[in-house]
């Protein structure tokens, strides 16, 4: 029997070649092209540490974005070899050596890979009203009211959106119509229609997303759940929404003829 210890011999680092989207919109001389780097993989490389490394040796000029670094915040959300996805989450050994990098469609383009998700993100709450509506004068200190565990839990499974706007990317709906609220919007009001708190009737929801800009817009490709980071069961919720809003819709047809 040999002495001799096994050798173990390491595969080669890759050579990444990042094809990376280039352009800023506040300069009149820039134009929207795609730029290639290249750079060593290492273990347990995301996309984020990728761009960080190239921005630090290479590129300081690359704007994109990020805050935690841990899927939660969605600010790194981009589009990856054509698909929205959030950068800090995918590792590059996930992917070819080849890898291109484009800004989310929709959003408003700020420079290269970074968008302004929250100006759309605050405009669609505020035409949703996604806020608790309620009649009552609020005291501070009273103790809110118990919640059913079971609607407490389903509430704060939609809660788990993180707003990085991947799901309006992949909307096919949203890329053609600027109006539609997308899955964000109508993962909202189902939320607020759940909860308890809320006054509002069905109709009054109905008046919100009842429309071709909200509900009977959506196509059902759902390519929006397919590229949720959250996994959020969003093909449940627009089917629960777009059968409720029929429902609801049908009702006050009723309501509104002549001598009812």
């Not at 347990?44 to 915040?73: H, K, N, Y």
């Not at 407490?152 to 499974?157: C, T, W």
């Not at 993180?162 to 993962?187: P, W, Y």
Request: with cysteine; proline share 5%.
């Amino acid at each position: 029997m040999s002495d001799t210890a096994p050798v173990t011999v390491e595969a080669t680092p890759r050579t990444l070649t990042l094809e990376i989207f280039r352009y800023n919109p506040a300069d009149p001389a820039s134009e929207p092209h795609f730029q290639t780097y290249t750079l060593e993989e290492t273990a347990g490389m995301t996309l984020f540490i990728a761009l960080s490394l190239i921005r630090e040796e290479q590129d300081p000029g690359l704007q994109f974005d990020f805050v935690c670094r841990a899927g939660i915040c969605g600010s790194c959300a981009m589009l990856v070899n054509g698909t929205p996805t959030l950068a800090c989450r995918t590792l590059t050994q996930s992917l070819d050596a080849t890898i291109r990098l484009a800004p989310l469609p929709v959003f408003e383009l700020i420079g290269d890979l970074s968008v302004n998700t929250g100006k759309w993100m605050r405009n669609m709450s505020e035409a949703l009203e996604t806020w608790v509506h309620s009649q009552e004068a609020e005291d501070l200190h009273a103790m809110e009211e118990k919640m059913d565990p079971a609607l407490a839990e389903s509430i704060y499974e939609l809660e788990r959106c993180i707003e990085c706007g991947c799901c309006v990317a992949g909307c096919g709906t949203a890329i053609m119509r600027e109006s539609f609220v997308g899955a964000v919007g109508l993962n909202k009001i189902t939320r607020f229609q759940l909860d308890p708190r809320d006054q509002r009737s069905d109709a009054d929801f109905y008046e919100l997303v009842g429309t071709d800009e909200g509900i009977f817009g959506c196509m059902t490709l759902l390519g929006c759940q397919d590229v949720c980071p959250k996994n959020l069961p969003l093909q449940s919720q627009l089917a629960f929404l777009r059968r409720k809003m029929a429902r609801t819709g049908v009702a006050m047809t009723f309501q509104r003829r002549p001598g009812k």
